[in-house]
């Protein structure tokens, strides 16, 4: 093992001559916890000091449980970085990303080999990120596909990411950076910080913040890069490198006075020393444990005419009320159709919880389409799904405008003894609802969509159903369409009235009553006493 790690030493001063003498900036994490300080969750940190050998540390949220040596890295670890499997670490000095399970063992010092020296890096749910100082790479998880020039440009020391965008620090341009997630549209100066102690060495981001650490300080702004806060806490060191953060905290790397430092989210009750010991840490992590998401869907109008469209509409919320979602919504349909392109859309937040996006849905054919909304889920947030429903209707041949409509199943009300259905119309026009033993009921329609139409029986069909219970109807519902011809559908529909019949349990017996007697009249009831004679008293004198 010794002789590959000189060997891969030997190829990196080849590919780039120069030594890690400067003081290298940490990676910033962007997958952050998101429960409240539990068992199983961690706050990790890279020891690139040489007094101890260099190692990652590792300890638990509230700051005990604290080891040094949680993994060793025989190659001057700079950055660290965690998802929910795997910790991952850069090793400048011989070109390569580690990786090792969250319990410290299958470290693997090789499993990413990079063109560059990296020393920031980040994970997402599909990717590994790392700088040179000058650059951004990525891979795939699984350590395929290496890109080690995916951002050019960039003067990036650290990086962070969440579900829409890559952040980076550049300290020597006094600036942080963002460019979208797959790495277009690149704003080497989307943050100034030209105002600023020192150039910016970590960042991170959460669901409404990005940080990052200056000479003695972290900063903050909102995601949009306004209200920029040079002196949002103080670390209590001037050599001050990785930041990380999660639901409750901000945690950071103080190289000199060999601690990690933690503060509240809005920046109260800061303590340097929160965990002391470390041996020069620089990259500083903390677990990504995303709360659940809900995600729900609407489409307006309810009801299209080919080749109308209809806008669909995801709201994402975070269940647990911390961090409004981000990233990606992808959407599918039942039937045919096209959305977009793309078949997608990125959230924008609407409030702390909730986060929105939309897209267009153009269908082909006519039915009943069930469209579902995919979020692929962030740092923060599960992912989740929602779905609703669009009636699509053919458009008319001749035309003229459309009279397809569609109807739904009756729904009775046996209190009453009506019933209800719903036609669905593609635009404005008029419904009229009439059948033997129903009384006549006309609407107007000014827009396409649902329309409610109650089946009220005549005083005929009211006494037969008060007596027997039941009347079987036959109704016609038709649609004519402003400026159209008309279109009638039929259901044969059974209304009922009064409550169903319980049946008998099992096993019990029930004795009917024997039919009534006839009386004198041909009808059945009970005939009474024997009718007698009245006899009449002898007349007097």
Same mark, same amino acid.
């Given at each position: 093992?010794?002789?590959?790690?000189?060997?891969?030493?030997?190829?990196?001063?080849?590919?780039?001559?120069?030594?890690?003498?400067?003081?290298?900036?940490?990676?910033?994490?962007?997958?952050?916890?998101?429960?409240?300080?539990?068992?199983?969750?961690?706050?990790?940190?890279?020891?690139?000091?040489?007094?101890?050998?260099?190692?990652?540390?590792?300890?638990?949220?509230?700051? %005990?449980?604290?080891?040094?040596?949680? %993994?060793?890295?025989?190659?001057?670890?700079?950055?660290?970085?965690?998802?929910?499997?795997?910790?991952?670490? %850069?090793?400048?000095?011989?070109?390569?990303?580690?990786?090792?399970?969250?319990?410290?063992?299958?470290?693997?010092?090789?499993?990413?080999?990079?063109?560059?020296?990296?020393?920031?890096?980040?994970?997402?749910?599909?990717?590994?990120?790392?700088?040179?100082?000058?650059?951004?790479?990525?891979?795939?998880?699984?350590?395929?596909?290496?890109?080690?020039?995916?951002?050019?440009?960039?003067?990036?020391?650290?990086?962070?990411?969440?579900?829409?965008?890559?952040?980076?620090?550049?300290?020597? =341009?006094?600036?942080?950076?963002?460019?979208?997630?797959?790495?277009?549209?690149?704003?080497?100066?989307?943050?100034?910080?030209?105002?600023?102690?020192?150039?910016?060495?970590?960042?991170?981001?959460?669901?409404?913040?990005?940080?990052?650490?200056?000479?003695?300080?972290?900063?903050?702004?909102?995601?949009?890069?306004?209200?920029?806060?040079?002196? @949002?806490?103080?670390?209590?060191?001037?050599?001050?490198?990785?930041?990380?953060?999660?639901?409750?905290?901000?945690?950071?790397?103080?190289?000199?006075?060999?601690?990690?430092?933690?503060?509240?989210?809005? =920046?109260?009750?800061?303590?340097?020393?929160?965990?002391?010991?470390?041996?020069?840490?620089?990259?500083?992590?903390?677990?990504?444990?995303? +709360?659940?998401?809900?995600?729900?869907?609407?489409?307006?109008?309810?009801?299209?005419?080919?080749?109308?469209?209809?806008?669909?509409?995801?709201?994402?919320?975070?269940?647990?009320?911390?961090?409004?979602?981000?990233?990606?919504?992808? @959407?599918?349909?039942? =039937?045919?159709?096209?959305? =977009? $392109?793309?078949?997608?859309?990125?959230?924008?937040?609407?409030?702390?919880?909730?986060?929105?996006? +939309?897209?267009?849905?153009?269908?082909?054919?006519?039915?009943?389409?069930?469209?579902?909304?995919?979020?692929?889920?962030?740092?923060?947030?599960? $992912?989740?799904?929602? %779905?609703?429903?669009?009636?699509?209707?053919?458009?008319?041949?001749?035309?003229?405008?459309?009279?397809?409509?569609?109807?739904?199943?009756?729904?009775?009300?046996?209190?009453?003894?009506?019933?209800?259905?719903?036609?669905?119309? $593609?635009?404005?026009?008029?419904?009229?609802?009439?059948?033997?033993?129903?009384?006549?009921?006309?609407?107007?329609?000014?827009?396409?969509?649902?329309?409610?139409?109650?089946?009220?029986?005549?005083?005929?069909?009211?006494?037969?159903?008060?007596?027997?219970?039941?009347?079987?109807?036959?109704?016609?519902?038709?649609?004519?369409?402003?400026?159209?011809?008309?279109?009638?559908?039929?259901?044969?529909?059974?209304?009922?009235?009064?409550?169903?019949?319980?049946?008998?349990?099992?096993?019990?017996?029930?004795?009917?009553?024997?039919?009534?007697?006839?009386?004198?009249?041909?009808?059945?009831?009970?005939?009474?006493?024997?009718?007698?004679?009245?006899?009449?008293?002898?007349?007097?004198?």
């Amino acid at each position: 093992m010794v002789s590959a790690l000189n060997r891969a030493r030997r190829r990196a001063r080849r590919r780039r001559p120069r030594l890690f003498t400067l003081p290298l900036i940490v990676v910033i994490v962007a997958t952050v916890l998101t429960l409240p300080t539990t068992a199983g969750a961690y706050v990790y940190w890279a020891n690139y000091g040489l007094a101890m050998g260099t190692t990652l540390g590792r300890a638990n949220l509230d700051g %005990t449980g604290v080891t040094q040596t949680f %993994t060793s890295v025989p190659n001057s670890p700079t950055g660290v970085a965690v998802d929910d499997q795997h910790v991952y670490w %850069t090793n400048p000095a011989v070109g390569t990303i580690g990786r090792a399970n969250l319990d410290g063992t299958g470290a693997d010092q090789f499993f990413v080999t990079t063109a560059t020296n990296p020393i920031g890096v980040a994970a997402d749910a599909r990717h590994i990120y790392w700088t040179d100082g000058g650059s951004i790479g990525r891979a795939n998880l699984d350590g395929s596909s290496v890109d080690d020039s995916f951002i050019t440009g960039s003067g990036a020391y650290s990086v962070a990411v969440d579900g829409t965008h890559i952040y980076w620090s550049d300290m020597g =341009g006094h600036a942080i950076g963002r460019a979208n997630l797959d790495g277009s549209s690149p704003d080497h100066s989307f943050i100034d910080l030209s105002g600023a102690a020192s150039g910016p060495t970590g960042v991170a981001v959460d669901g409404q913040h990005i940080y990052w650490t200056t000479a003695g300080a972290v900063g903050r702004s909102d995601l949009s890069g306004k209200n920029v806060d040079l002196h @949002f806490v103080a670390t209590g060191d001037s050599n001050v490198y990785g930041v990380a953060v999660d639901s409750q905290h901000l945690y950071w790397a103080n190289l000199r006075a060999g601690t990690i430092g933690r503060a509240n989210l809005d =920046g109260s009750s800061s303590d340097p020393g929160f965990i002391s010991g470390a041996n020069a840490p620089f990259g500083v992590a903390v677990d990504s444990l995303p +709360e659940a998401s809900a995600t729900t869907v609407a489409c307006a109008p309810a009801a299209v005419l080919i080749p109308a469209a209809a806008i669909c509409t995801a709201t994402v919320t975070n269940t647990a009320g911390l961090n409004p979602p981000t990233g990606t919504v992808d @959407f599918t349909a039942s =039937g045919a159709g096209s959305f =977009g $392109p793309p078949a997608s859309c990125s959230l924008i937040a609407i409030a702390a919880t909730q986060s929105t996006c +939309e897209q267009t849905f153009a269908a082909t054919a006519a039915g009943i389409d069930s469209i579902t909304g995919a979020y692929r889920g962030d740092t923060f947030n599960t $992912p989740s799904n929602g %779905t609703a429903g669009v009636t699509v209707l053919a458009a008319h041949p001749s035309g003229k405008p459309a009279n397809s409509f569609a109807l739904s199943r009756p729904k009775l009300n046996r209190r009453t003894g009506t019933a209800t259905v719903i036609a669905t119309v $593609p635009g404005p026009g008029a419904l009229l609802l009439t059948g033997k033993g129903i009384r006549k009921l006309t609407k107007s329609v000014s827009h396409p969509g649902r329309v409610q139409l109650t089946l009220t029986a005549q005083p005929n069909t009211s006494r037969r159903l008060r007596r027997t219970g039941r009347a079987k109807v036959t109704v016609e519902v038709t649609y004519r369409p402003t400026g159209g011809d008309p279109n009638t559908k039929s259901k044969t529909l059974m209304l009922r009235r009064g409550t169903r019949r319980a049946k008998p349990a099992e096993g019990s017996s029930v004795t009917e009553n024997p039919p009534l007697p006839l009386t004198s009249s041909g009808r059945r009831g009970h005939p009474g006493p024997p009718a007698t004679r009245s006899r009449r008293s002898p007349r007097g004198n």
